[in-house]
């Protein structure tokens, strides 16, 4: 979807018949200029989808971002000001706002992530996004310094456990998709035990990943894949264990917390 037909939907949500309370309280006419402000730390994202929104509200108000995405934030940073109706930058505040505080926290945390493994293993999200926002999500994750995976089912090939049952096996899944799939596919197949590590070697997977394998498992599984395919590490990463996965010598490792349950970043607006 089109950022500019998000941010329609979204102010259609918000706005629907009016802003009654701007509308009965500020008077007609009414100029200001507004400040957005961080309130904590982190990184900034979605600078350009809150310019968006304003310019959608009223295409007269002057949004200045004083920021890029990926600028570091202190509290009392100030990250845009705003002028023009008062009543226009109330309307557009809140769904500014959303976007903002959303994707910086995902900037947040992914960077976090990031500065964890130190260099040693990429960071990947996932597909657990919020619908329709996945876009913009993983743009967060990059301005983090994080890597996306597939950005849906159609660009991977990333065979999981129900798919291994109703091929009949790693092998079949394999061998089927390698048959069917663009040649510029990778092929990535899940494998939940060493014995499943060996299959998806033999079937010649591009890409394996570790789900929920113990940490003695996974350095044994680096081991027996030896460079012949990459290695995706998943399952129960939280950021306290991200130096220990980062010392196994996988390539990368997915963490669905960068947008599942992300923590929005404190940041508010305020009329001077």
């Not at 301005?143 to 065979?159: E, S, Y």
Request: proline share 2%; hydrophobic share 45%.
């Amino acid at each position: 979807m089109r950022i500019e037909d998000l941010v329609a939907l979204t102010l259609e949500e918000d706005i629907a018949f009016g802003d009654v309370t701007t509308r009965l309280t500020v008077p007609a006419g009414t100029e200001a200029e507004a400040e957005i402000r961080s309130k904590t730390e982190g990184v900034l994202a979605g600078i350009d989808v809150a310019g968006e929104v304003f310019q959608q509200v009223d295409i007269s108000l002057d949004y200045m971002p004083l920021l890029a995405d990926g600028a570091e934030l202190r509290p009392g940073t100030v990250i845009a000001r705003v002028q023009g109706s008062a009543a226009s930058i109330l309307t557009a505040e809140r769904t500014a706002l959303n976007f903002l505080q959303h994707l910086s926290g995902i900037a947040t945390v992914t960077r976090a992530y990031v500065d964890a493994a130190g260099g040693r293993i990429g960071i990947l999200d996932t597909r657990k996004t919020m619908p329709l926002l996945r876009a913009l999500e993983k743009e967060a994750v990059r301005t983090g310094g994080g890597h996306n995976h597939r950005f849906g089912l159609f660009d991977g090939v990333l065979i999981k456990d129900n798919h291994i049952r109703a091929a009949g096996g790693i092998g079949a899944a394999v061998a089927a998709a390698r048959t069917g799939a663009q040649h510029l596919l990778k092929i990535e197949v899940e494998a939940q035990s060493l014995v499943q590590v060996e299959e998806a070697l033999a079937a010649g997977a591009d890409v394996i990943m570790l789900d929920n394998l113990s940490t003695d498992d996974m350095r044994r599984a680096v081991e027996i894949i030896g460079g012949r395919a990459q290695v995706e590490i998943s399952g129960g990463v939280t950021l306290e264990r991200i130096p220990e996965l980062a010392a196994l010598g996988a390539d990368f490792v997915s963490v669905g917390a960068l947008t599942h349950s992300v923590k929005a970043l404190d940041i508010n607006l305020e009329i001077l």
